[in-house]
């Protein structure tokens, strides 16, 4: 059965590149700079407990929600580790990323990215000793 896994997290990921047949419009980012993020509610809502909790109501069709607190990019890093499990994590962008997996209640994520971060700042140490 594991040897499956690899094509599941495939498509999953794909799903959320094609942008097929979803049901969830993010927008993320400020004025004028706000991106739409296109997602499916039972991914979301699979994989966390604050996204069961937010999306309750449709409109058109479609649930709406809307983050201006946090960067396009951002977000959508955080969405596609909830659909396939892959992060792009960077010096750069881990503290982001960390405020937003704690917003989003995603424990697992954030564990990893402190990690990161603790890794990190000990390679840094080092180079600058």
């Known amino acids: 059965m594991a040897k499956f896994w690899p094509e599941l997290m495939n498509d999953l990921e794909q799903l959320f590149e094609t942008k097929e047949n979803y049901d969830v419009i993010m927008q993320a980012g400020e004025e004028p700079n706000v991106q ?12 966390s407990k604050y996204f069961r909790s937010k999306l309750r109501e449709k409109k058109d069709g479609k649930f709406i929600f809307k983050k201006s607190n946090i960067p396009p990019e951002i977000l959508e890093n955080i969405i596609r580790f909830l659909y396939c499990g892959k992060i792009n994590l960077s010096l750069e962008n ?11 209640e ?12 603790i890794d990190n700042q000990k390679k840094l140490s080092k180079i600058m000793l």
């Open 36 to 47: 739409e993020i296109y997602a499916h509610y039972l991914i979301l809502c699979c994989q």
């Open 94 to 104: 881990a503290s982001a990323l960390l405020k937003t997996a704690n917003e989003f």
């Open 106 to 117: 995603l424990h697992s994520l954030a564990n990893h990215i402190q990690e990161f971060l």
